[in-house]
């Protein structure tokens, strides 16, 4: 007797399958599979049955449902699998036998271990062939299918995009056509289907196809969102533009993860966000093995400092105070703000200042991938120590964090333990549940804007022209993403004047705060990444507040409507802006050139359309 949650619920034996009623055991069911072998708080399955509009009598009625599903165990001879009560909820364990989520999760595994790329592919189709339908499409739920159901999908979706990876790398670019087409119409959002249809179809011999697939992309990511292409596909259509050769790999049949594949990527494995992840170790410990499924950097002895690095001094001695307070419970801290505010070099500053506090080690992970999508706690957790395995107390360091469920399972527990975590967001349900401290981060001040300028560039430049260093702080907004990025441009032409660097830049801002020999050290590469994780409609929010004069934004500053105040909500929630005083909110000046640069090119693109 198995259980199957990839697809509609339902209890299979054999050949025979039963898809089970929607039903307030359904939801309870699904809820307990979700978290096979741990414990389910009883606040969670509350919500997971009634949401946010639980009756009076919920805990009651709870504990009914909980019989009636064990009821319904016996009625289909469920004998392995048995609800357990353990203090505060419930537990339901299974195996890869029993449940096909971890069955799933085991081949990937196993996928990551393969010798050779024929191997990792079967294993990966394997698991591909678990998922038999829509996900839960039984199961009555709202908060499973909002909070729970997105993550299982994303888990199908990277190891869809990774068996196609291994298939464009041994060169079955019309095997895998199908799949590709498929994939890239049933989520036109993600780019990187897109980029491996495209790769397949030039590869086959069709380059008309390969680049009118690209400019129907490039369409609908200027008319849905206002954004152009990734990087990686403006690459790609410039080598099918050029007639590159793309194929077949001459990788090794062992398909070595380390390869690069056509078009630059690295095989099969999960990029990270702006760098490596990194693990820093204590001193005696030897060097962890790296981990297939995530690209590792060497270890780190000590940690390092983050070069450059001022400002913040507030925040820094807030920080080290509460990570070495000694306290028995894990420690938490967050670092919240707009993108490119500096939360990742005050984290990793942070892990610096303390790493002595740490006999266990400091491990640092990025956890939201290049293209967006969010690294699965289960991704992570192969990258921790065991339980009980570090020798002491250990500081985690998350990094890009998109929810507190993605913080929650990694947490160490052991006494004197911390964790820094970073996020655009404010994370309230993880300090709800949690507790732990915030530190909300604004833009620099211009005495700290001209520290860091001084410290990259030097004091005798900066000092040689003052007023222009200033007005270079003013334009980049002090945000230090843009003052490292300015820095960084002024570096490699010493013989440019900060003048001169200043009336470049000031003529198309935010546009030219990029480095063109890396796409991810760029203001608008950044500011567009945030805004495709929100909704279509808040994306529009954002692009109406352009037209609104001011930095600062009263309550009806996109009318009077609820819906209107709940996007301001979104947008500060997002780090996209930030709350008074004066007024409920406020815009930073970037950002706000942003915003009106994409509405303008919005109306052109609208205009167009009509014209035609």
């Not at 002024?490 to 470049?504: F, K």
């Not at 947008?571 to 942003?594: D, M, N, Q, S, V």
Request: aromatic letters at 4%; charged letters at 25%; a neutral charge.
């Amino acid at each position: 007797m198995r259980f199957q949650l990839l697809g509609p619920l339902s209890i299979a034996e054999g050949h025979d399958v039963v898809v089970l009623k929607p039903s307030k055991p359904s939801s309870l069911l699904a809820a307990l599979l979700i978290h096979p072998g741990s414990v389910v708080s009883t606040g969670y399955l509350l919500r997971a049955l009634w949401d946010e509009d639980q009756p009076a009598t919920a805990r009651a009625a709870l504990q009914s449902c909980v019989l009636r599903l064990r009821r319904l165990f016996v009625k289909y001879g469920v004998t392995r699998n048995v609800i357990e009560a353990v203090p505060g909820g419930y537990r339901m364990n299974a195996d890869a036998d029993t449940l096909d989520l971890v069955r799933f999760r085991a081949l990937v595994r196993a996928a990551d271990e393969a010798d050779d790329a024929e191997g990792e592919l079967y294993r990966l189709k394997e698991a591909l062939t678990l998922w038999q339908g829509p996900l839960l499409a039984n199961v009555p739920s709202p908060m499973l299918h909002r909070d729970e159901v997105p993550g299982l999908t994303e888990e199908r979706l990277r190891t869809l995009e990774r068996a196609c990876d291994i298939e464009l790398a041994l060169g079955r670019c019309r095997q895998v056509l199908v799949d590709l087409w498929e994939a890239a119409r049933r989520h036109p959002g993600r780019e990187r289907f897109s980029e491996q249809l495209i790769e397949a179809l030039y590869r086959t011999g069709r380059q008309s196809e390969a680049l009118s697939e690209y400019r129907s992309v490039k369409g609908r990511l200027k008319e849905e969102l206002g954004v152009d292409p990734g990087p990686a596909l403006q690459r790609l259509e410039l080598s099918i533009l050029r007639g590159d050769d793309l194929g077949p790999s001459a990788l090794d049949p062992a398909l070595d993860r380390t390869a690069p594949l056509p078009g630059g990527r690295t095989a099969v494995a999960l990029a990270p966000r702006t760098e490596p992840l990194a693990i820093a170790a204590p001193a005696p410990a030897p060097v962890p093995a790296p981990v297939p499924s995530l690209p590792l950097a060497p270890a780190m002895r000590p940690v390092p400092a983050v070069p450059s690095f001022t400002g913040r001094t507030a925040e820094r001695a807030a920080i080290t105070a509460r990570l070495t307070a000694g306290s028995p419970d894990t420690t938490v801290v967050v670092l919240s703000g707009a993108p490119g505010i500096g939360k990742t070099a005050l984290a990793r500053q942070a892990a610096h200042d303390t790493q002595d506090s740490f006999p266990g080690g400091v491990f640092i992970l990025a956890m939201t991938r290049e293209d967006g999508s969010s690294v699965t706690p289960a991704e992570a957790l192969a990258h921790l120590p065991p339980l009980g395995a570090a020798d002491g107390a250990t500081l985690l360091v998350l990094d890009d964090v998109t929810s507190p469920d993605q913080v929650r399972p990694l947490l160490p527990a052991r006494p004197g333990s911390a964790a820094i975590v970073t996020s655009r967001r404010g994370l309230a349900g993880l300090m709800a549940t949690h507790g732990g401290s915030v530190h909300r981060l604004s833009t620099l001040e211009p005495a700290e804007s001209q520290q860091l300028l001084a410290a990259v560039l030097g004091a005798e430049r900066v000092a040689a022209e003052p007023t222009a260093a200033g007005e270079l702080a003013r334009i980049c907004g002090h945000f230090p993403l843009s003052l490292r990025i300015a820095t960084a441009r002024l570096l490699t032409r010493p013989g440019l004047r900060i003048a001169d660097c200043v009336a470049w830049l000031a003529e198309d801002l935010p546009a030219r705060l990029s480095l063109a020999d890396d796409p991810r050290l760029s203001v608008p590469q950044v500011f567009g990444g945030a805004l495709r994780r929100l909704e279509p409609r808040w994306r529009e929010a954002f692009h109406r507040l352009g037209d609104h004069e001011g930095l600062l934004l009263p309550s009806h500053a996109l009318g009077n409507s609820p819906e209107a105040e709940e996007a301001l909500e979104r947008l500060a929630e997002a780090g996209l802006l930030e709350e008074g005083p004066p007024g409920p909110y406020r815009i930073h000046r970037l950002l706000k050139i942003y915003a009106r640069q994409q509405a303008r090119e919005r109306h052109n693109s609208q205009a167009a359309t009509a014209r035609h």
